[in-house]
């Protein structure tokens, strides 16, 4: 069955530098990879997701994730943080086969001024 | 589309009582699912249905949850008696039924608290 490790329960940057949320992903199959983020009492919306067209995937609010699969890597990354990039994100792991979707633990991301 | 969603948004009951939670996915979408929230757990999948059919209920706690999905448009998820350690955010979603990459829809969650 397919997982992910999600690399830091928490993250912190300052305002401006760089973000970056570790995801591997374990899978027999080319999997479809997911980001989501959930902000303060809200439910999950999506970030972007890889579904083999490109390895590297943009997402909404100035995301982006790479697919490597020689690293079982979709790392989230963000070249500069915002205020409002502070949330939980959750990486998630779907087989193509079947439409059993797996969740990493989350990363919750601090954003200092 | 108004997105998936759930009522109430916030519950507070007292140990030993019924809770009903209820979910209306988005129109079309094929698949629902119910996930719980916990700090110590994280998101649990707990059930999903298929065209309103349970597919998978191997994450169901123990016997005082319970699921239902009458129609393509309503879900229910039940917790009789409720205990404090049910305690957490519930949350709804839904997606097509086509095969593809396509992602869960989330609804707002309700927040369960059992006092």
């Known amino acids: 069955a397919q997982s992910v490790t999600q690399l830091g329960s928490h993250v912190s940057v300052s305002e401006g530098a760089l973000v970056l949320l570790r995801c591997n992903y374990s899978s027999s199959v080319p999997p479809y990879l997911f980001w989501y983020v959930q902000y303060p009492n809200q439910g999950l919306q999506l970030l972007l997701k890889y579904t083999s067209a490109a390895t590297l995937v943009k997402g909404i609010n100035g995301f982006e994730a790479e697919f490597k699969k020689s690293e079982t890597s979709f790392h989230l990354t963000k070249p500069s943080a915002h205020m409002s990039d502070a949330a939980e994100y959750f990486c998630?792991?779907?087989?193509?086969?079947?439409?059993?979707?797996?969740f990493g633990a989350g990363t919750r991301l601090t954003v200092k001024p | 589309d108004a997105g998936v969603i759930q009522s109430p948004r916030h519950e507070v009951t007292e140990m030993g009582q019924e809770v009903t939670l209820r979910c209306k996915p988005i129109?079309?979408?094929?698949?629902l699912f119910w996930y719980r929230q916990t700090m110590m757990r994280g998101l649990e999948l707990l059930i999903y249905?298929?065209?309103?059919?349970?597919?998978?209920d191997s994450g169901m706690p123990e016997d005082r949850f319970s699921a239902k999905m009458p129609n393509a448009s309503f879900s229910t998820l039940k917790i009789q008696p409720s205990e404090p350690r049910d305690s957490a955010v519930y949350f709804c979603a839904s997606r097509p039924g086509l095969a593809g990459p396509y992602e869960q829809y989330f609804g707002p969650g309700t927040r369960l608290t059992v006092t």
């Open positions: 129109s079309g979408h094929d698949y």
């Open positions: 998630a792991v779907s087989d193509r086969h079947n439409n059993d979707m797996r």
């Open positions: 249905f298929n065209n309103n059919v349970p597919i998978d």
